[in-house]
């Protein structure tokens, strides 16, 4: 079974972010974005940053009216046989500045499509962590607070979600 394939940005030849779709083979990360935030009081815009070494791929996007709601995703394939360590950095954006960010590192599986949760709380707008920490929800909790920004990627379930062909910055998982 193939799926069509759509690229909505190629930046670094073995490493790219597509709109929705790819082989069945193919390595992939699925990177889903969600926040409590208002939209579009507190924060109306997204940045997806993935980057290995100096190398960067970004996706940028608008949040509001007319803009699908969170959760927000796009798809990261990675065609090299170098698996990582790479760096996920995801910043929620008001008029184009940085409102609050969030970070992973994490490391691709060949051969599979995996799933990267991303949430951004709110409450991490006001925690400053250090440089090698990021701030997030800790556990199954309500809490926030910094932690080690390596994590354990999941089997990508979409949950019944439709994934979506045409290219845009969300890779179809509303």
């Not at 790479?86 to 940085?98: C, D, K």
């Not at 709110?122 to 925690?127: K, L, N, T």
């Amino acid at each position: 079974m193939t799926r069509s394939r759509c690229t909505l940005a190629m930046l670094l030849p073995a490493l790219l972010l597509v709109a929705a779709c790819g082989d069945d083979a193919l390595t992939e990360v699925v990177i889903v974005v969600n926040s409590d935030l208002d939209v579009p009081f507190e924060i109306d815009g997204l940045r997806v940053t993935v980057s290995r070494g100096g190398d960067a791929l970004q996706a940028v996007g608008g949040l509001g009216p007319g803009q699908p709601p969170f959760p927000r995703s796009v798809s990261v394939v990675n065609d090299s046989p170098s698996l990582g360590p790479f760096e996920a950095r995801v910043q929620l954006t008001r008029g184009g500045a940085t409102v609050v960010e969030r970070l992973a590192r994490f490391t691709f599986e060949a051969g599979a499509r995996r799933r990267l949760d991303l949430v951004v709380p709110g409450a991490c707008i006001d925690i400053d962590c250090e440089s090698d920490e990021t701030c997030g929800p800790l556990g199954d909790t309500n809490v926030v607070g910094c932690q080690d920004p390596a994590v354990d990627l999941a089997p990508f379930a979409s949950s019944g979600l439709p994934l979506r062909a045409e290219p845009s910055l969300d890779a179809g998982v509303p």
